[in-house]
């Protein structure tokens, strides 16, 4: 979940490494350093706890300039956030390394290391790897050599940018588990953890695979795969600006993916509906010849993407008849497992390098090869790594709490629903009113939007709360569930969701006059039900919240019952527009209690360790 960039150039490197800091912070903000060769080969380094901008305040009052550096902002995996464990690690004055990622037996290296004589002024993990390579570089004379017997020492996860002054002229860089980029420019090169950390300086990128060493120099760059052999590894250009990562007039990133999902759900059906039909083209080569294959779905996830997995079940289901089950990766990757013969194995995330939803892809590809990837970065490790993908086209999510992504997430599911459906019972007339339904949401959530005032007035009265619930039926119970996510997330709320029939088991004894309820009720056939829970809340002295269609009839709730109209909608695209109003909710509440709303306190935006 830490952020690393490094560049080696014929120019200063400082202001470029602290611009990509600030791209990647949503990877981590614990605590952020520097280090960079100056002009005597000396490491000139700086590491301050808290955001990028304690970094940045700190090097304006000292000289650190370099054309070869490292830099890192952390989420803290091992030991607390401190100056003493943060990024860059250096080792006798000679070797430094940012590492994204866990080095899992570092207990075992430590012991050893420490028998031969090193010492240690952190509690991470990633000291353990710096004082390996200095280890070998020792006996080896070689910086890449070096890396290349210490990183076989390694279990776990990482991505590491290693420079030394023994060496002055390149940079190192390896992948294993988690992601690295090469940015490519004229006479220069540079590393990050994502592509949009170096848009400033180069739109042109290398996509480290499993294993890969890159040896990186100014004028030159070789990589070698996880044999040891030079493999050539293709440049992508990026269609991304660097404008594309600004806030621009916004206050915060999330109100701006909030307001970016019209475009985005327009984005995401482009070229892949013709006359009201869906072309198979749009999962990738081959995809015909799988989706024919397929008799049953088993999609796995983690956090918003499991929601979003979870409103795919009501839909594979009832829609294309089709048998699904959904799992969090976390809980998937650790149990013995039966995939039925015919299973497309779908999995889902916005990064495409999230830990647990990778090593059960990776785990999966050695029982079957029908495996789908619904994600947001064609070049990401779960896209690359799938037979089958489909794009959610959503551009950079920079708020942690994801918005756009989800949405996106939904119609890509969507798509994937009357893929299967028309091999079976779904009719065109049918696909072709859903895809109807599907464009005209974009209209739908602009009036959303514009009429907001009323949700803003709602979160005035969760500014001193501390606990809430969310109820839903059917395809809204896993929409109250992303809500109550939400809220979490920004607003540091206690918030559980239920389906609404639930609350008599068990729940409904939480309800007090300090237990606030929302509600979210579409025009799906559970009106009736969930109205009598509403009641049910009511007559126990429950504060209710109610996000309703603007055809549903509320009066006989009356006037305690606090009512939002949401615009019209069928039932099955309502989980994308209900999601909407509840992202603006958490987004108030959050900025009325003055929390963090892009970077919430102990959250990164992208999970690639465990």
């Given at each position: 979940?830490?952020?690393?960039?490094?560049?080696?150039?014929?120019r200063?490197?400082?202001?470029?490494?602290?611009?990509?800091?600030?791209?990647?912070?949503?990877?981590?903000?614990?605590?952020?350093?520097?280090?960079?060769?100056?002009?005597?080969?000396?490491?000139s380094?700086?590491?301050?706890?808290?955001?990028?901008?304690?970094?940045?305040?700190?090097?304006?009052?000292?000289?650190?300039?370099?054309?070869?550096?490292?830099?890192?902002?952390?989420?803290?995996?091992?030991?607390?956030?401190?100056?003493?464990?943060?990024?860059?690690?250096?080792?006798?004055?000679?070797?430094?390394?940012?590492?994204?990622?866990?080095?899992?037996?570092?207990?075992?290296?430590?012991?050893?290391?420490?028998?031969?004589?090193?010492?240690?002024?952190?509690?991470?993990?990633t000291?353990?790897?710096?004082?390996?390579?200095?280890?070998?570089?020792k006996?080896?004379?070689?910086?890449?050599?070096?890396?290349?017997?210490?990183?076989?020492?390694?279990?776990?996860?990482?991505?590491?940018?290693?420079?030394?002054?023994?060496?002055?002229?390149?940079?190192i860089?390896?992948?294993?588990?988690?992601?690295?980029?090469?940015?490519?420019?004229?006479?220069?090169?540079?590393?990050?953890?994502?592509?949009?950390?170096?848009?400033p300086?180069?739109?042109?990128?290398?996509?480290?695979?499993?294993?890969?060493?890159?040896?990186?120099?100014?004028?030159?760059?070789?990589?070698?795969?996880?044999?040891?052999?030079?493999?050539?590894?293709?440049?992508?250009?990026?269609?991304?600006?660097?404008?594309?990562?600004?806030?621009?007039?916004?206050?915060?990133?999330?109100?701006?993916?909030?307001?970016?999902?019209?475009?985005?759900?327009v984005?995401?059906?482009?070229?892949?509906?013709?006359d009201?039909?869906l072309?198979?083209?749009?999962?990738?080569?081959?995809?015909?010849?799988?989706?024919?294959?397929?008799?049953?779905?088993?999609?796995?996830?983690?956090g918003?993407?499991?929601?979003?997995?979870?409103?795919?079940?009501?839909?594979?289901?009832?829609?294309?008849?089709?048998?699904?089950?959904?799992?969090?990766?976390?809980?998937?990757?650790?149990?013995?497992?039966?995939?039925?013969?015919?299973?497309l194995?779908?999995?889902?995330?916005?990064?495409?390098?999230?830990?647990?939803?990778?090593?059960?892809?990776?785990?999966?590809?050695?029982?079957?090869?029908?495996?789908?990837?619904?994600?947001?970065?064609?070049?990401?490790?779960?896209v690359?790594?799938?037979?089958?993908?489909?794009?959610?086209?959503?551009?950079?999510?920079?708020?942690?709490?994801?918005?756009?992504?989800f949405?996106?997430?939904?119609?890509?599911?969507?798509?994937?629903?009357?893929?299967?459906?028309?091999?079976?019972?779904?009719?065109a007339?049918?696909?072709?009113?859903?895809?109807?339904?599907?464009?005209?949401?974009?209209?739908?959530?602009e009036?959303?939007l514009?009429?907001?005032?009323?949700?803003?007035?709602?979160?005035?009265?969760?500014?001193?709360?501390?606990?809430?619930?969310?109820?839903?039926?059917?395809?809204?119970?896993?929409?109250a569930?992303?809500?109550?996510?939400?809220?979490?997330?920004?607003?540091?709320?206690?918030?559980?969701?239920?389906?609404?029939?639930?609350?008599?088991?068990g729940?409904?004894?939480l309800?007090?006059?300090?237990?606030?309820?929302?509600?979210?009720?579409?025009?799906?056939?559970?009106?009736?039900?969930?109205?009598?829970?509403?009641?049910?809340?009511?007559?126990?002295?429950?504060?209710?919240?109610?996000?309703?269609?603007?055809?549903?009839?509320?009066?006989?709730?009356?006037?305690?019952?606090?009512?939002?109209?949401?615009?019209?909608?069928?039932?099955?695209?309502?989980?994308?527009?209900?999601?909407?109003?509840?992202?603006?909710?958490?987004y108030?509440?959050?900025?009325?209690?003055?929390?963090?709303?892009?970077?919430?306190?102990?959250?990164?935006?992208?999970v690639?360790?465990?």
């Open positions: 979940m830490c952020g690393i960039v490094g560049a080696v150039a014929e200063n490197v400082t202001p470029i490494l602290l611009e990509g800091l600030r791209r990647l912070e949503y990877r981590g903000y614990d605590s952020a350093g520097i280090a960079v060769l100056d002009k005597d080969d000396c490491i380094r700086v590491r301050r706890v808290g955001k990028v901008k304690e970094l940045a305040d700190a090097l304006q009052k000292t000289e650190v300039r370099g054309v070869l550096g490292v830099a890192h902002t952390r989420w803290a995996t091992h030991g607390e956030p401190s100056e003493q464990n943060a990024h860059p690690h250096v080792c006798n004055k000679s070797v430094v390394i940012v590492h994204n990622g866990i080095i899992e037996n570092h207990s075992q290296l430590r012991e050893l290391q420490s028998q031969n004589g090193f010492s240690f002024t952190s509690q991470t993990d000291e353990v790897a710096v004082h390996q390579v200095e280890y070998y570089l006996q080896q004379g070689n910086l890449l050599e070096a890396v290349r017997l210490a990183v076989a020492d390694f279990e776990g996860a990482y991505a590491l940018g290693v420079m030394s002054n023994s060496e002055n002229d390149h940079l860089a390896t992948r294993r588990g988690s992601p690295l980029v090469i940015g490519v420019g004229i006479g220069e090169y540079f590393i990050a953890s994502d592509a949009a950390a170096l848009l300086v180069t739109r042109r990128f290398i996509y480290l695979e499993e294993g890969d060493i890159a040896d990186i120099r100014t004028d030159s760059l070789v990589i070698y795969n996880d044999k040891g052999e030079v493999v050539e590894r293709e440049i992508k250009e990026s269609e991304l600006s660097a404008d594309a990562t600004a806030k621009g007039e916004y206050r915060h990133y999330m109100l701006k993916e909030i307001h970016e999902q019209q475009s985005c759900l984005d995401i059906l482009e070229g892949r509906i013709v009201g039909q072309l198979d083209s749009a999962f990738g080569v081959g995809a015909e010849k799988i989706l024919d294959q397929v008799k049953a779905v088993q999609i796995i996830a983690c918003t993407s499991y929601h979003a997995g979870l409103v795919a079940r009501y839909w594979i289901e009832a829609i294309a008849g089709v048998p699904c089950r959904v799992e969090v990766a976390s809980e998937y990757r650790y149990r013995k497992t039966v995939l039925l013969d015919g299973t194995v779908v999995t889902i995330s916005q990064s495409g390098e999230t830990a647990d939803t990778l090593a059960a892809l990776r785990a999966i590809k050695e029982v079957t090869d029908l495996t789908l990837a619904v994600c947001n970065v064609p070049e990401s490790s779960l690359r790594e799938s037979e089958l993908k489909l794009m959610t086209r959503a551009g950079p999510e920079i708020g942690v709490a994801s918005t756009k992504a949405t996106t997430q939904l119609v890509a599911l969507l798509m994937l629903v009357v893929a299967l459906g028309k091999r079976r019972d779904l009719s007339d049918k696909i072709r009113a859903l895809f109807q339904q599907a464009q005209a949401l974009p209209a739908l959530i009036r959303v514009q009429d907001k005032t009323a949700i803003e007035d709602w979160a005035h009265e969760f500014e001193d709360l501390d606990n809430a619930i969310f109820i839903g039926r059917g395809t809204l119970f896993p929409i569930l992303e809500g109550a996510l939400k809220l979490k997330e920004i607003s540091y709320i206690h918030a559980d969701a239920y389906p609404a029939g639930e609350l008599k088991h729940p409904i004894a309800i007090d006059q300090d237990m606030p309820t929302i509600a979210i009720i579409s025009m799906d056939g559970f009106e009736g039900k969930i109205k009598s829970n509403i009641q049910e809340i009511m007559a126990r002295g429950g504060k209710v919240f109610l996000f309703a269609d603007e055809r549903l009839d509320v009066s006989d709730l009356g006037e305690d019952c606090r009512v939002i109209k949401v615009p019209a909608v069928e039932a099955e695209l309502a989980p994308v527009l209900f999601a909407v109003p509840l992202q603006l909710f958490s108030f509440v959050a900025v009325h209690k003055g929390t963090d709303v892009d970077q919430p306190r102990n959250l990164a935006k992208s690639t360790v465990e």
